[in-house]
């Protein structure tokens, strides 16, 4: 046999008929442990399943080989990749100062167990008790889950890695050291290939915080920046056409995050684009006090997996990395960054699904329900049609969705798709309230 189709059962109906059970018990089960239910939960059995996979722990997985050679670039680093996806709204949120009314709050963006209990949406949730251990150099890779649409760069359930440094905030205890390490580290990136961007002036709208020395802030703006840079360059310099002459072309952007001030966003021109990688900053002092080491200073950087190693290894479709299928896991060796050779595909198979919306109706809620039943056989939901119509009672909204079907690994039976179209109809008018047309 050339390869190995993975020929699996529609996967989520024993998840789904628990949580069904559940629902009735008003309780969730998370990671063998019961949490009450309350209006806020939205957690899905798919969501759920997926928890325990740690794809990242693979070895030969792109992701785990990006994972690796990340944390080869800080060989002295604290590396941490273990930490419970299940984290407080305090963690997520409020440790790290996002506003009471910051979009991602919302249990539309976001996964709740209740309303106090959530799936962290990023790796900075574990900032605070990190720093709080007494780590002052560090690096964590996790799973990160947000509610989004359905599209080949998108899917609930992703990977970041986070990296966090911390220096005395005393200018005589670590002026001189960072300066000279800074010198160190401009010497090396001015020996690479590279071409240095930096629109980032820091100024009122990228501040940097008031208690700060300002010599000090500036250093470690530096220091991060340096390190960063290298980051990218060792990352991306191996994977550029060989030959191409140019230099790898990296620019520092302005951004803003509510836990770090100055904040940039850093992209690398490549395959002739420029290409958002990853954002950063100065952490936001309430961080450090909120993990009792007040007298630091320091930085910190986010970025996602899967967007790294789709540009690297030319990987077309997110899913992929959720593959069983040995023409995609056999082709990568474990450390060895490679470009990702297209197999066959089994054909796809579109379904248009319209419905009245009630006013509430949020497309996520009807992702979440096609992500559901239909697992990763959905390949991409687009809103192909919406209109406003005089009803009896007022105006409702007419939308239409195009739900396009595909297995990474097997044909599919027009009759298999057609069960799950009902599924998804019926589930979506009860619980979404809208109305099939
Ligand atoms: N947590 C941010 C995100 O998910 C990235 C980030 C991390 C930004 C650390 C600044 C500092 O987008």
Not at 60 to 78: C, M, R, S, V, W
Not at 383 to 404: A, E, N, P, T, W
Request: hydrophobic share 35%.
């Amino acid at each position: 046999m050339l390869h190995k189709i993975a020929s699996r059962p529609p996967r989520l109906w024993g998840a789904w008929l628990h949580f069904s059970h559940c629902r009735r018990l008003s309780t969730v089960e998370v990671l063998g442990r019961s949490y009450p239910k309350d209006k806020f939960t939205n957690i899905t059995p798919s969501i759920l399943s997926k928890l325990p996979t740690q794809l990242y722990t693979r070895p030969g997985h792109p992701l785990n080989t990006l994972k690796t050679t990340i944390e080869a670039h800080f060989p002295d680093y604290a590396h941490f990749s273990n930490l419970p996806a299940l984290v407080s709204t305090y963690q997520n949120f409020d440790s790290l100062s996002f506003p009471a009314d910051h979009p991602g709050r919302s249990a539309t963006d976001s996964y709740y167990v209740n309303k106090d209990l959530m799936l962290r949406t990023h790796t900075s949730a574990h900032e605070v008790e990190v720093f709080c251990d007494g780590h002052k150099k560090w690096l964590l890779t996790a799973d990160v889950y947000r509610r989004d649409e359905i599209d080949s760069s998108h899917y609930p359930v992703f990977h970041q890695m986070e990296g966090a440094r911390l220096f005395s905030d005393d200018l005589n205890v670590s002026g001189d050291a960072l300066a000279r390490e800074n010198t160190r580290l401009f010497s090396e990136l001015s020996s690479e290939h590279v071409v240095l961007e930096d629109r980032t002036l820091v100024d009122s709208k990228n501040p940097y915080q008031e208690h700060h020395n300002k010599q000090l802030a500036d250093l470690v703006t530096q220091n991060l920046k340096y390190t960063l840079s290298l980051l990218l360059f060792k990352l991306f310099a191996q994977a550029a056409d060989p030959s191409s002459e140019a230099p790898l072309q990296i620019r520092w952007i302005p951004a803003y995050f509510p836990f770090t001030t100055p904040s940039y966003e850093v992209e690398v021109f490549f395959r002739h684009k420029w290409l958002e990688i990853l954002g950063c900053g100065v952490i936001q002092q309430a961080t450090l006090t909120n993990a009792k080491v007040s007298n630091e200073i320091g930085w910190a950087f986010g970025l996602g997996l899967e967007r790294i190693a789709m540009i690297l290894y030319k990987i077309p479709d997110i899913r992929l990395f959720w593959s069983e299928d040995l023409r995609f896991l056999s082709q990568f060796k474990p450390g060895e960054i490679s470009t990702f050779q297209p197999y066959s595909r089994y054909p796809a198979t579109e379904r248009d699904i319209s419905f009245w919306c009630p006013n509430d109706f949020h497309s996520n809620d009807f992702c979440d329900i096609v992500r559901d039943e239909a697992g990763d056989l959905a390949e991409e939901v687009q809103l192909i049609d919406q209109y406003h119509d005089k009803r009896k009672q007022g105006y409702v909204m007419s939308r239409c969705f195009r739900i396009r079907f595909r297995s990474m690994e097997r044909s599919m039976e027009h009759a298999e798709i057609n069960k799950i179209v009902i599924t998804i109809k019926k589930r979506a008018s009860e619980a979404l309230r809208v109305e099939i047309r």
